[in-house]
């Protein structure tokens, strides 16, 4: 069955210019999840969704950020008046059931988007 | 301080041999569980491995093992018999908190370790 997947790949953007990043979770997943990946780290937490609620957005690194999940399947993570440090790997992930089952759910993730501000 | 540490930027190793990859947690929660993961050039992150804190047996799953010493906060990944196919990026993460009512959501990453196995 389909993966979880993300759209672009690959997106260039000029310093101020908004950006949106798609992901579409593996179908039926209730949780939705956004990591950030600087260069040579690991994964960061920055949001996620419960179905279509956003239930911990703990992780955004500024106001310039918003995500959304309207429908409950497919996400958006905006950034707005992007700037080089965003520059960055977005990782999506989706999880069948919620954090309310336990802490061993598997997240399943997307090859991310590779977001470079010039 | 960090919640995850992983020692070991790089690592080379013999195809055929052990490889044992170092992985120490911070955490005052008594539940949480502790996964690795595989980043491969493509960059996807591909699930290896579960303990949860309550497991009193260590996790396997063919190839890796997960050697669990709660005492020492300490989650090292084995793997037997690399292979080629083994290069890449590994990274140990953890979910802290209860199985209801709270807890974090997202996975706290290590900054990895990147094994390259020679032929």
């Known amino acids: 069955g389909a993966g979880v997947s993300q759209s672009p790949r690959y997106k260039v953007a000029k310093r101020g210019q908004d950006v949106a990043l798609r992901c579409d979770p593996i179908s039926g997943h209730v949780s939705l999840f956004w990591y950030q990946q600087a260069l040579g780290q690991g994964p960061e937490f920055l949001t996620y969704?419960?179905?279509?609620?956003?239930?911990?957005k703990s992780g955004l690194p500024s106001d310039r950020f918003f995500a959304e999940r309207p429908e409950g399947s497919v996400s958006t993570l905006k950034i707005q008046r992007t700037q080089q440090e965003d520059s960055a790997v977005y990782l999506c992930?989706?999880?069948?059931?919620?954090?309310?089952?336990?802490?061993?759910?598997?997240?399943?993730f997307g090859p991310g988007t590779r977001l470079t501000v010039t | 301080a960090q919640k995850i540490t992983q020692t070991q930027p790089g690592m080379f190793v013999q195809e055929k041999e052990a490889v044992t990859l170092d992985c120490t947690y911070d955490?005052?929660?008594?539940?949480?569980?502790l996964f690795w993961y595989k980043q491969p050039s493509s960059g996807e992150m591909i699930f290896l491995i579960y303990?949860?804190?309550?497991?009193?047996q260590n996790a396997t799953e063919g190839r890796y093992s997960l050697n669990f010493q709660k005492a020492r906060k300490s989650a090292n990944l084995v793997i037997s018999a690399s292979q080629l196919g083994d290069s890449a990026m590994y990274f140990c993460?953890?979910?802290?908190?209860?199985?209801?009512?709270?807890?974090?959501?997202?996975?706290?990453f290590g900054k990895g370790t990147h094994l390259i196995i020679q032929p």
């Open positions: 955490t005052s929660d008594q539940s949480y569980g």
């Open positions: 993460a953890m979910r802290e908190g209860a199985s209801s009512g709270g807890g974090a959501d997202g996975l706290t």
């Open positions: 303990q949860g804190s309550y497991d009193e």
């Open positions: 969704f419960q179905n279509e609620a956003q239930l911990d």
């Open positions: 992930a989706s999880s069948l059931v919620t954090r309310t089952s336990g802490n061993g759910y598997e997240q399943y």
